[in-house]
T-cell receptor, first 112, second 114 residues
């Protein structure tokens, strides 16, 4: 079973920030939070990952709470091309158990 | 990031036949994964394909139904055998690469069994 909980769907206006929440209350100390997205009819795409510090790359920002029980993926200026299903996944950073266990994710609709 | 291609991109097959899906990566990778995504569902791991050894199958998936080959570090095949309509899914090839163990996916093969 997936170790994360996400809202099934969200809407966002084009040009505004999209904030996608994720709960992972049972996360272990050696587990990282990874975010992926899947645009319709394509394979999933890696976005970002983090352990306990906030992270930012060219695609998004990841905010992890101090207790690490939840996180938020931020798309600062959403575009129509960001419409996709977003998956939040926790897994050990290293070691043989690197399987990703996928939940149903959040279906983000960016509206013009 | 790894660039992954899959063939075929889609196919419509008859019940009882088999289909082999190819996965080609543009760089050498140790671990390759095969996933299934049924309509409206999330991704389910079928097996891990390691070069030089037999694939490791997840619970609910068996080698007779989903034989996998991994002849080298850039290529793998998944065969869906004796297909039934329940096998209609998107099949995805994936690899792990990079310092952060990011996982990269191919575009998928959309299989419809009639």
């Amino acid at each position: 079973d997936a170790k994360t909980t996400q809202p099934p769907s969200m809407d966002c206006a084009e040009g505004r920030a999209a904030n996608l929440p994720c709960n992972h209350s049972t996360i272990s100390g050696n587990e990282y939070v990874y975010w992926y997205r899947q645009i319709h009819s394509q394979g999933p795409q890696y976005i970002i990952h983090g352990l306990k510090n906030n992270e930012t790359n060219e695609m998004a920002s990841l905010i992890i709470t101090e207790d690490r029980k939840s996180s938020t993926l931020i798309l600062p200026h959403a575009t129509l091309r960001d419409t996709a299903v977003y998956y939040c996944i926790v897994r050990p950073y290293a070691g043989n158990n690197r399987k990703l266990i996928w939940g149903l994710g959040t279906s983000l609709a960016v509206n013009p | 990031s790894a660039v992954i291609s899959q063939k075929p991109s889609r196919d419509i097959c008859q019940r009882g036949t088999s289909l082999t899906i190819q996965c080609q990566v543009d760089s050498q990778v140790t671990m390759m994964f095969w996933y299934r995504q049924q309509p409206g569902q999330s991704l389910t791991l079928i097996a891990t394909a390691n070069q030089g050894s037999e694939a490791t199958y997840e619970s609910g998936f068996v080698i007779d139904k989903f034989p996998i080959s991994r002849p080298n570090l850039t290529f793998s095949t998944l065969t869906v055998s004796n297909m039934s309509p329940e096998d209609s899914s998107i099949y995805l090839c994936s690899v792990v690469q990079g310092a952060a163990y990011e996982q990269y996916f191919g575009p998928g093969t959309r299989l419809t069994v009639t």
